[in-house]
């Protein structure tokens, strides 16, 4: 039979990635991060489209020759269609056309948010279905029912703020550099996550709300910082603790909830606050607790990557779900 040999293409927000994909086992993932965004605090659009469009035949021609596979050996070539920022969408998405017109190859497009959660699929031991995704990243909280590799629903869903925003822009107020999450996990490791209280926010239903916790946190150390001007040094761990705290809290009650509801006892985490070590030492604790087989992907597929869009672009191929070439990026793609 005739190997199916995907390279797969990942330019959302601000990594550059590029995968090779052969009869459904990743052979590599090769990331470029860009940081050029470390300065100002945050991803600056513009600058991310740039710099795909300088990273991106450099990292695509690495995992190509890496793979020791030639380009007339190539069966299709898959994207990020969305959800992402227009501009660096745009990148991933030219290229991928023009590749699959010079080669004659199909052209596979493929949603992030689902390629986040088939990243279970990457490594054994692999969920079974139907089960829940809670998928945490910079750009969104989601409980997907996962009913199939191609077949999922959101079923609950942050109205507001994602919950890495709320991490990262706790880290911000707390004077550290962007991307935050990772240094209020680092920093939480050594603190009281009783120390302070914030408040959890309320949303009926299955859905979410970080945007609260954000303001509560800016008053907090607004009020305190005027009685000691020193009182983010002295209790950075603390602080992140007790922040990180309330945010897990915030997740676990509407993921206990969903699984509850739906009957389900297969949990998967996805997405960049997925690497959270609080969050994953809570999974386990629930784990045990409630009887749940829980799963949680190999830290480089949690955060942004071409692997997962890889692993999305093989089933879709299995399926020949592919697109024309006449498609477009959809900046806010819904699952
Ligand atoms: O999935 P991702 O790489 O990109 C998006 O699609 O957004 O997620 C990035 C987010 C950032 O908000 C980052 O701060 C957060 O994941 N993050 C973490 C940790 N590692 C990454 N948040 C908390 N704890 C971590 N260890
Ligand atoms: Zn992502």
Same mark, same amino acid.
């Not at 050996?73 to 056309?97: C, D, I, N, W, Y």
């Not at 596979?108 to 279905?129: S, Y």
């Not at 604790?285 to 890889?310: Q, S």
């Given at each position: 039979?005739?190997?199916?040999?995907? #390279?797969?293409?990942?330019s959302?927000?601000?990594?550059?990635?590029?995968?090779?994909?052969?009869?459904? &086992?990743?052979?590599?993932?090769?990331?470029?991060?860009?940081?050029?965004?470390?300065?100002?605090?945050?991803?600056?659009?513009?600058?991310?489209?740039?710099?795909?469009?300088?990273?991106?035949?450099?990292?695509?021609?690495?995992?190509?020759?890496?793979?020791?596979?030639?380009?007339?050996?190539?069966?299709? $070539?898959?994207?990020?269609r @969305?959800?992402?920022?227009? =501009?660096?969408?745009?990148? =991933?998405?030219?290229?991928?056309?023009?590749?699959?017109?010079?080669?004659?190859?199909?052209?596979i497009?493929v949603?992030?948010m689902?390629?986040?959660?088939l990243?279970?699929?990457?490594?054994?031991? *692999?969920?079974? +279905?139907? +089960?829940?995704?809670?998928?945490?990243? =910079?750009?969104?909280?989601?409980? $997907?029912?996962?009913?199939?590799?191609?077949?999922?629903? $959101?079923?609950?869903?942050t #109205?507001?703020?994602? $919950?890495?925003?709320?991490?990262?822009?706790?880290?911000k107020?707390?004077?550290?550099?962007?991307?935050?999450?990772?240094l209020v /996990?680092?920093?939480?490791?050594?603190g009281?996550?009783?120390? +302070?209280?914030?408040?959890?926010?309320?949303?009926?239903?299955?859905?979410?709300? +970080?945007s609260?916790?954000?303001?509560a946190?800016?008053?907090?150390?607004?009020?305190?910082?005027?009685? /000691?001007? /020193?009182?983010?040094?002295?209790n950075?761990?603390?602080?992140?603790?007790?922040?990180?705290?309330? #945010?897990? &809290?915030?997740l676990?009650?509407?993921? &206990?909830?969903?699984?509850?509801?739906?009957?389900? *006892?297969?949990?998967?985490?996805?997405?960049?606050?997925?690497?959270?070590? @609080?969050?994953?030492?809570?999974?386990?604790?629930?784990?045990?607790?409630?009887?749940?087989?829980?799963?949680?992907?190999?830290?480089?597929?949690?955060?942004?990557?071409?692997?997962?869009?890889?692993?999305?672009?093989?089933? *879709?191929?299995?399926?020949?779900?592919?697109?024309g070439?006449?498609?477009?990026?959809?900046? &806010?793609?819904?699952?």
């Amino acid at each position: 039979m005739k190997n199916i040999n995907i #390279l797969a293409i990942e330019s959302s927000c601000d990594e550059t990635s590029a995968s090779i994909i052969s009869n459904g &086992k990743i052979l590599n993932n090769i990331v470029a991060t860009q940081s050029v965004h470390e300065k100002y605090g945050g991803v600056v659009p513009e600058l991310a489209s740039r710099a795909h469009q300088q990273h991106l035949i450099p990292v695509i021609h690495e995992a190509i020759t890496e793979a020791g596979i030639a380009h007339e050996e190539l069966s299709a $070539v898959a994207f990020t269609r @969305g959800p992402g920022l227009m =501009g660096s969408l745009m990148v =991933g998405v030219s290229f991928a056309k023009s590749f699959a017109y010079a080669l004659d190859i199909p052209l596979i497009d493929v949603n992030h948010m689902q390629a986040h959660i088939l990243a279970h699929f990457i490594d054994d031991p *692999k969920p079974a +279905f139907p +089960f829940i995704c809670l998928t945490v990243s =910079g750009g969104h909280t989601q409980l $997907v029912l996962v009913k199939d590799y191609l077949e999922m629903e $959101v079923i609950g869903e942050t #109205l507001d703020d994602a $919950v890495g925003e709320a991490f990262d822009k706790t880290a911000k107020l707390l004077g550290l550099p962007y991307p935050g999450g990772p240094l209020v /996990d680092k920093y939480a490791k050594e603190g009281n996550p009783q120390a +302070f209280q914030f408040p959890l926010s309320e949303m009926p239903g299955l859905n979410y709300s +970080f945007s609260g916790i954000k303001t509560a946190v800016l008053y907090f150390l607004r009020d305190r910082l005027k009685e /000691d001007a /020193d009182f983010i040094t002295e209790n950075m761990a603390d602080i992140c603790a007790s922040v990180q705290f309330t #945010l897990i &809290k915030m997740l676990m009650q509407k993921l &206990k909830r969903a699984a509850r509801e739906h009957k389900v *006892k297969e949990i998967a985490i996805a997405g960049g606050v997925s690497a959270n070590s @609080g969050l994953r030492a809570e999974l386990n604790r629930l784990a045990g607790e409630l009887g749940w087989n829980v799963y949680v992907p190999k830290f480089e597929y949690c955060t942004d990557n071409a692997a997962m869009i890889a692993m999305a672009a093989h089933y *879709k191929y299995l399926k020949g779900a592919f697109c024309g070439l006449d498609v477009s990026p959809v900046a &806010k793609m819904k699952l």
